[in-house]
């Protein structure tokens, strides 16, 4: 499975879009990308996932790069329950595939 | 919305005993997984379970450690004899084959 990168934290004023990328420069043609995010240290919740196409949800939008490279989760209107640690992961779209979890992005939003 | 649940919330335990951690997946799902996560260190996958065997495991998941789907709807990981080191949260998740949903967690602490 392809390696992530992601930036250890951000801040993000409440009400205001937060911007967190992600870059999977070895990802292959049959890998999606998958983001989760932890609160506290709840179980890791499911957020999106997408190919190649943008994709939007009632959560989030993932934006893609045309090359797929790197991908960018925007939360439209971050609010303080937002604050998690969000974790990009690239794996294969069946199967039993394990999940590597990097560091993520600690994401603070603040009031 | 289903979730994946997981019982006890918190297990104290003494060194050397034997623990066993349960989990219910959402109903329609087929594949399992426990995860582990030591105090400010990464999410680490443990095992992968699919069609009554395991299908995946990691370094972690030694002779100490087994998994078990008793009676279709329960899925149990049992810790032998526990060490200091075993202290984590254990995360249960299940998926149909993805996104994998994740319960909230056992915290075990070994004494």
């Known amino acids: 499975d392809a390696k992530t990168t992601q930036p250890p934290s951000m801040d993000c004023a409440e009400g205001r879009a937060a911007n967190l990328p992600c870059n999977h420069s070895t990802i292959s043609g049959n890998e999606y990308v998958y983001w989760y995010r932890q609160i506290h240290s709840q179980g890791p919740q499911y957020i999106i996932h997408g190919l190649k196409n943008n994709e939007t949800n009632e959560m989030a939008s993932l934006i893609i790069t045309e090359d797929r490279k790197s991908s960018t989760l925007i939360l439209p209107h971050a609010t303080l329950r937002d604050t998690a640690v969000y974790y990009c992961?690239?794996?294969?779209?069946?199967?039993?595939?394990?999940?590597?979890f990097g560091t993520g992005t600690r994401l603070k939003v603040l009031a | 919305e289903p979730e994946v649940t997981q019982t006890p919330s918190h297990q104290v335990t003494q060194m050397g005993q034997e623990v066993i951690l349960r989990c219910v997946p959402i109903s329609n799902h087929l594949y399992f997984y426990w995860y582990r996560q030591i105090l400010g260190q990464k999410v680490e996958f443990l095992v992968s379970f699919y069609n009554n065997e395991i299908s995946e495991k990691s370094e972690i998941f030694d002779d100490q450690f087994s998994v078990e789907r008793p009676d279709g709807s329960n899925f149990t990981l049992k810790i032998r004899s526990t060490k200091l080191e075993d202290s984590a949260m254990y995360f249960c998740a299940s998926s149909d084959p993805q996104p994998q949903h994740f319960g909230d967690g056992t915290r075990l602490s070994i004494l």
């Open positions: 992961i690239v794996i294969r779209d069946s199967g039993t595939y394990k999940y590597i």
